[in-house]
């Protein structure tokens, strides 16, 4: 694996634009800052500024499930220069935890309460409050510039730069982080950010963006999101940005067959987390996404987490057989067998591995 991650010369997180050597914590924060600009340039597009928005409670329901979750139903509304769109958010409080909570806010593809990807009785049984709502209320998954999209930027406005979809689901959680800053019994030092596929290429980027979340938990994210992308094998830029352009800024097509010449890959993102935590999940048979080059960002990103006297990624640097699991270090990764899904015993590992690490 080192001998890989060598042949493929990427670019040095640890030189600064002037080709200085990143030697201290402080060198690096100048560094996080060159290394933000070029993926908002280049490949998300550029965080759009915090405009009003307000949360209404729709409905509070207590005692749910077996009898120990409180359940808020939230409406997050957001004004913009007489635009207007509702993000409803689905908060869930375990009632059988003394002190404060630590916290998952979750990006899902349904707004279904059960739902085949989030467990309620199971995450909130183990102590977990969950924020969670579907990324398709804030904005379609498609080239359609609407819902929250259409609030923050005029389609007419939209430029080369102008972010994409997965920088407005992105955006969308940072506000539930905000609402979240604002209640008591929440676990301010501890809040995950949780996703999966799409919604994990999401939730990296909206901890790399977002200092406040302690944790990223990545599911079986892939291209553009924890799996290096010069030489990987499944999806690749040209199949993503041909299927999904509106995920990403439109400059970001040009390096479509042409990932060696990008003056960034994906340990770049994985970086700006440093010196914080990250847990990333595969699949056996997620070929798609690479279950090799997402170990790769891992051990790529490793030397940053060293600058703050931190253990990053502590496990083999050689290809992993299902069923392994590194989750000693602040990089995180492990590999099971199955296919490309969250399941629970996904979400069993996230959790574990988030109380295991807790910041006290």
């Not at 935890?97 to 979750?106: R, W």
Request: hydrophobic letters at 40%; one cysteine or more.
């Amino acid at each position: 694996m080192k001998q890989l991650l060598d042949s493929l010369h990427l670019p040095r997180l640890l030189t600064l634009h002037n080709n200085e050597a990143v030697k201290s914590q402080e060198d690096w924060e100048k560094r996080r800052e060159e290394i933000k600009e070029i993926l908002q340039r280049e490949e998300y597009g550029y965080l759009p500024p915090v405009i009003p928005f307000e949360v209404k409670t729709q409905e509070v329901l207590d005692k749910q499930f077996s009898g120990y979750v409180r359940w808020e139903k939230l409406k997050f509304s957001f004004l913009n220069h007489a635009k207007k769109h509702d993000v409803p958010v689905n908060v869930f409080y375990p009632e059988n935890v003394q002190g404060a909570i630590p916290f998952i806010v979750f990006l899902n593809f349904s707004s279904d309460i059960p739902d085949k990807y989030f467990y309620v009785e199971d995450v909130l049984e183990k102590g977990f409050g969950v924020a969670a709502f579907c990324y398709k209320d804030v904005t379609a998954d498609s080239d359609k510039w609407d819902g929250l999209a259409q609030v923050l930027y005029d389609e007419e406005e939209k430029t080369s730069t102008t972010a994409g979809k997965l920088m407005i689901w992105s955006y969308m959680a940072q506000r539930v982080m905000d609402y979240l800053q604002g209640v008591h019994s929440v676990d301010k030092k501890n809040i995950a950010v949780m996703g999966h596929s799409r919604l994990g290429k999401t939730a990296l980027l909206t901890a790399a963006l977002d200092a406040r979340f302690a944790f990223a938990c990545v599911n079986n994210s892939g291209c553009c999101g924890a799996a290096i992308s010069r030489g990987k094998s499944g999806e690749n830029i040209e199949a993503i940005t041909n299927r999904f352009p509106f995920w990403f800024c439109d400059e970001f097509k040009k390096y479509a067959n042409n990932e060696f010449h990008m003056p960034f890959d994906q340990h770049f993102l994985m970086a700006l987390v440093a010196p914080r935590k990250v847990c990333v999940g595969t699949a056996q048979n997620d070929l798609w996404a690479d279950t090799d080059y997402q170990q790769l960002t891992c051990i790529a990103t490793d030397e940053v987490y060293k600058i703050y006297g931190e253990q990053g990624y502590i496990g083999e640097y050689a290809s992993v057989a299902p069923e392994t699991y590194y989750t000693k270090g602040n990089i995180a990764f492990f590999s099971r067998t199955g296919e490309h899904f969250l399941s629970v015993r996904d979400w069993r590992v996230y959790m574990e591995y988030i109380r295991s690490h807790r910041n006290r």
